[in-house]
């Protein structure tokens, strides 16, 4: 093959520009100090890169700078709680030397403003934010989560019926506690075969010392009941702790088998206790009751008992054949109540003298108070002769008055309203030759009355009904113990059709079971052609117990219906996403709620957060909540409302209440403050290993990412002096080859 200049000098010239881009490139490397700058000079060391520097250090930094935030607010939430430990602890101080025996009221009150000022201190600790984010709201961080309620209180989460006729967002209220609260409505209801005059059921108490109740336990024995057999009657008395109110109910049943058998079950939220007896055979009452309290279901329900006064104490029969329809299931076993309500009988319209007169059935309450408590012989002899011709005492229990008899004088402050909505309040027991005396011994043997000036000329007369249950020893009646009772009309088929108004107190309030209840409901009847709720608004008082301080105190709601008075539809039933909290299910309640809301008293705090987690993620597949919410770490408001009920005490000068509620409750609080800061310093401990863990990783990634990306500076510098030599020689090679001209070959 032929071999020309020009080939020789294309050669020369390709071998010149190759050398120039190899020294280019490593010249580039060198100034860049990086193996590439564009995919194309290395696309498997640019996947290689892109997959470090994205899913890996990317992510890692991201990581990092999440356990950053998330330190700053654990360490922000830890600061506060540390503060309002120390608060706490300094409140647990002041409330034990305030307990002593050794404090005057004086002294006492003279703790109240520091009290005050560090409720104040735990509130702002509460709203403790970091830049403008409130740590302690939940997911609600742009607003400070705890509140305090302005002079007319602060009414939440409301929700109205709009089939009940009541106008959405406008029931005033007045004076409430703090609670949950719900209404619900009943038109013109049939009110059936019932007992006349009323009833008297035990709403609240308040009792100085570590006792039991005024006139036995709260929820005594508010059952449904048929016809009293006086002879054979078996007695239930609903327990105490079970919180079932009037939700129990004892039937009867028949059947072949010669024995008694026992079986509880719940319909619409009612218990029913069904006691099937052989009815060709006699069973005696203590067989009965034997027969139930030895049934489990039955007996954490109630406590069955025979009637004192019937046949020796109970040695009698209870036989089928004294009902008037013995094959009818729903016939209903003959019981007595405990005492009545909670220890009070029916309530009658009377003279002075307790004698009873026609009757007229009452709404509303009656609130007692025990202004004197002593034994007979302490009295002087004119007021022993006030005593034994009190109209209160049983005529024959008078013969049988002894020294050591623990007499009981009360007072009595009373909200009535009468069956056409007419209301009655004041006070009696309170002034000179206003007296109520009770026989607290005798009353275990003997009818007596609680008996007050209602109205002029009109008495109204409470039967107290021997009770054998009366949990009173005669040396514990304190001065100062409170009783509120509600007259429920008890109304007869002569009666005209009635409206029903109910107020729920502490609505959903759960069962033992954990399932929420309607609470405790108070009850107002009135003639429905009287049309009492026709008229826009109408005011309806009662009475209640502040248990921080022992005081009675008048609420009133006043409901606002614009179209006509109406039962709440069942059909309208509300969604339970409609409210935040305390869904009741339909299913479980004859009453349908025709409004519900909480209400906050004034001057009370209140949350406005909620219970969601902040989560920071600190790993793939790894989230820590860095904040703890207001619910976990203060109880919602209970750290809050304790504080404020210590104040009170410490006002109304409540021994009791400072050494056996207010200790307690701020121990209780005290130990949830110290689990929440345990819980962040877990939570900063594990956020602290993760971050020295991704501090190694990425020192390992950014290595790894170095020999892929970075150039190896002397193994380039040599390269590049050898590439610069390899040009140099290329150049001088090339000069020679090309060096001869066209006059050279002219000569």
Same mark, same amino acid.
């Given at each position: 093959?032929?071999?020309?200049?020009?080939?020789?000098?294309?050669?020369?010239?390709?071998?010149?520009?190759?050398?120039? /881009?190899?020294?280019?490139?490593?010249?580039?490397?060198?100034?860049?100090?990086?193996?590439?700058?564009?995919?194309?000079?290395?696309?498997?060391?640019?996947?290689?890169?892109?997959?470090? *520097?994205?899913?890996?250090?990317?992510?890692?930094?991201?990581?990092?700078?999440?356990? @950053?935030?998330? !330190?700053?607010?654990?360490?922000?939430?830890?600061?506060?709680?540390?503060?309002?430990?120390?608060?706490?602890? /300094?409140? /647990?101080?002041?409330?034990?030397?305030?307990?002593?025996?050794?404090?005057?009221?004086?002294?006492?009150?003279?703790?109240?403003?520091?009290?005050?000022?560090?409720?104040?201190?735990?509130?702002?600790?509460?709203?403790? +934010?970091?830049?403008?984010?409130?740590?302690?709201?939940?997911?609600?961080?742009?607003?400070?989560?705890?509140?305090?309620?302005?002079?007319?209180?602060?009414?939440?989460?409301?929700?109205?019926?709009?089939?009940?006729?009541?106008?959405?967002?406008?029931?005033?209220?007045?004076?409430?506690?703090? @609670?949950?609260?719900?209404?619900?409505?009943?038109?013109?209801?049939?009110?059936?075969?019932?007992?006349?005059?009323?009833?008297?059921?035990?709403?609240?108490?308040?009792?100085?010392?570590?006792? =039991?109740?005024?006139?036995?336990?709260? $929820?005594?024995?508010?059952?449904?009941?048929?016809?009293?057999?006086? &002879?054979?009657?078996?007695?239930?008395?609903?327990?105490?702790?079970?919180?079932?109110?009037?939700?129990?109910?004892?039937?009867?049943?028949?059947? +072949?088998?010669?024995?008694?058998?026992?079986?509880? %079950?719940?319909?619409?939220?009612?218990?029913?206790?069904?006691?099937?007896?052989?009815?060709?055979?006699?069973?005696?009452?203590?067989?009965?009751?034997?027969?139930?309290?030895?049934?489990?279901?039955?007996?954490?329900?109630?406590?069955?008992?025979?009637?004192?006064?019937? $046949?020796?104490?109970?040695?009698?029969?209870? %036989?089928?054949?004294?009902?008037?329809?013995?094959?009818?299931?729903?016939?209903?076993?003959?019981?007595?109540?405990?005492?009545?309500? @909670?220890?009070?009988?029916?309530?009658?319209?009377?003279?002075?003298?307790?004698?009873?007169?026609?009757?007229?059935?009452?709404?509303?309450?009656?609130?007692?108070?025990?202004?004197?408590?002593?034994?007979?012989?302490?009295?002087?002899?004119?007021?022993?002769?006030?005593?034994?011709?009190?109209?209160?005492?049983?005529? +024959?229990?008078?013969?049988?008055? &002894?020294?050591?008899?623990?007499?009981?004088?009360?007072?009595?402050?009373?909200?009535?309203?009468?069956?056409?909505? !007419?209301?009655?309040?004041?006070?009696?027991?309170?002034?000179?030759?206003?007296?109520?005396?009770?026989?607290?011994?005798?009353?275990?043997?003997?009818?007596?009355?609680?008996?007050f000036k209602a109205r002029e000329d009109d008495w109204v007369t409470m039967k107290v009904p021997p009770n054998a249950n009366i949990t009173y020893e005669r040396e514990e009646v304190k001065v100062g113990d409170k009783a509120v009772f509600q007259l429920k009309p008890e109304l007869n088929e002569n009666d005209p059709d009635f409206d029903r108004f109910t107020l729920h107190q502490d609505y959903g309030r759960p069962d033992e079971q954990g399932r929420p209840t309607m609470g405790d409901a108070l009850n107002w009847h009135f003639n429905a052609d009287e049309d009492f709720f026709d008229e826009k608004t109408r005011t309806l008082k009662f009475h209640d117990i502040d248990q921080a301080t022992g005081q009675?105190?008048?609420?009133?709601?006043?409901?606002?219906?614009?179209?006509?008075?109406?039962?709440?539809d069942a059909a309208r039933y509300y969604d339970p996403q409609d409210l935040e909290k305390h869904g009741v299910p339909d299913d479980e309640f004859d009453e349908h709620p025709a409004a519900i809301f909480s209400f906050v008293a004034p001057g009370d705090p209140y949350y406005m957060g909620d219970d969601g987690e902040r989560l920071i993620e600190i790993s793939p597949d790894q989230k820590v909540p860095a904040n703890i919410t207001g619910i976990e770490a203060f109880g919602e408001t209970e750290l809050f409302q304790t504080v404020r009920d210590m104040h009170q005490a410490l006002v109304h000068d409540e021994q009791f209440t400072l050494s056996n509620e207010v200790i307690d409750q701020l121990d209780n609080?005290? =130990?949830?403050?110290?689990?929440?800061?345990?819980?962040?310093?877990?939570?900063?401990?594990?956020?602290?290993? *993760?971050?020295?863990?991704?501090?190694?990783?990425?020192?390992?990634?950014?290595?790894?990412?170095?020999?892929?990306?970075?150039?190896?500076?002397? %193994?380039?510098?040599?390269?590049?002096?050898?590439?610069?030599?390899?040009?140099?020689?290329?150049?001088?090679?090339?000069?020679?080859?090309?060096?001869?001209?066209?006059?050279?070959?002219?000569?």
């Open positions: 093959m032929r071999v020309t200049h020009n080939m020789l000098a294309n050669s020369v010239s390709q071998n010149i520009q190759r050398n120039l /881009r190899a020294l280019e490139r490593r010249s580039n490397q060198l100034s860049m100090g990086k193996m590439f700058d564009r995919p194309s000079q290395d696309p498997v060391g640019t996947y290689r890169s892109m997959r470090i *520097t994205s899913t890996g250090l990317a992510r890692n930094e991201q990581f990092s700078r999440n356990i @950053g935030e998330g !330190k700053t607010w654990l360490n922000s939430t830890e600061s506060a709680l540390a503060d309002s430990i120390d608060a706490v602890q /300094r409140l /647990r101080e002041l409330a034990v030397y305030a307990s002593n025996d050794t404090f005057s009221t004086e002294d006492r009150k003279a703790v109240a403003p520091e009290v005050e000022q560090l409720l104040d201190h735990l509130i702002s600790l509460g709203n403790t +934010d970091v830049a403008g984010l409130y740590i302690f709201g939940g997911h609600k961080t742009q607003d400070p989560p705890y509140r305090v309620a302005g002079a007319n209180g602060e009414l939440l989460n409301d929700w109205y019926n709009q089939e009940s006729g009541l106008t959405a967002d406008n029931i005033e209220l007045d004076n409430l506690l703090t @609670g949950d609260y719900a209404v619900s409505t009943e038109a013109e209801k049939d009110p059936g075969v019932l007992d006349e005059a009323a009833r008297a059921y035990l709403m609240d108490e308040y009792i100085q010392g570590a006792r =039991d109740g005024f006139f036995g336990g709260y $929820n005594a024995a508010s059952l449904t009941v048929g016809d009293v057999n006086e &002879d054979n009657a078996v007695r239930f008395t609903a327990r105490e702790e079970g919180a079932y109110g009037n939700n129990i109910e004892v039937v009867y049943e028949t059947n +072949d088998n010669g024995d008694i058998a026992i079986d509880v %079950d719940r319909e619409n939220g009612a218990y029913r206790i069904t006691v099937t007896m052989d009815e060709n055979e006699d069973f005696t009452a203590k067989q009965v009751a034997d027969a139930v309290n030895g049934h489990e279901e039955a007996s954490a329900l109630v406590q069955a008992s025979v009637n004192l006064e019937g $046949n020796g104490g109970g040695s009698g029969d209870v %036989d089928p054949d004294i009902f008037e329809d013995p094959d009818d299931p729903d016939e209903t076993i003959p019981i007595s109540l405990s005492g009545g309500a @909670g220890g009070i009988g029916e309530v009658y319209s009377s003279d002075e003298g307790g004698n009873l007169e026609d009757d007229s059935p009452w709404n509303g309450t009656v609130a007692l108070e025990v202004q004197e408590a002593k034994k007979f012989g302490q009295f002087s002899s004119d007021i022993q002769d006030k005593i034994i011709n009190h109209p209160n005492i049983d005529e +024959d229990s008078i013969e049988d008055v &002894d020294e050591q008899d623990l007499i009981v004088r009360l007072s009595a402050g009373y909200q009535l309203y009468d069956l056409d909505g !007419k209301n009655y309040s004041g006070t009696y027991g309170n002034q000179s030759g206003e007296d109520i005396y009770i026989n607290m011994t005798k009353l275990k043997e003997d009818d007596q009355s609680i008996t009675f105190i008048t609420s009133s709601i006043s409901p606002t219906f614009e179209e006509e008075f109406q039962t709440a609080h005290l =130990d949830g403050l110290l689990r929440s800061r345990s819980d962040i310093g877990a939570r900063m401990e594990r956020m602290e290993v *993760t971050e020295e863990r991704l501090h190694s990783e990425r020192i390992y990634l950014r290595e790894h990412l170095s020999k892929v990306e970075d150039v190896d500076m002397a %193994d380039a510098i040599t390269e590049f002096m050898m590439q610069e030599n390899a040009y140099q020689a290329a150049l001088a090679t090339g000069a020679r080859m090309v060096y001869p001209s066209l006059i050279d070959f002219l000569r």
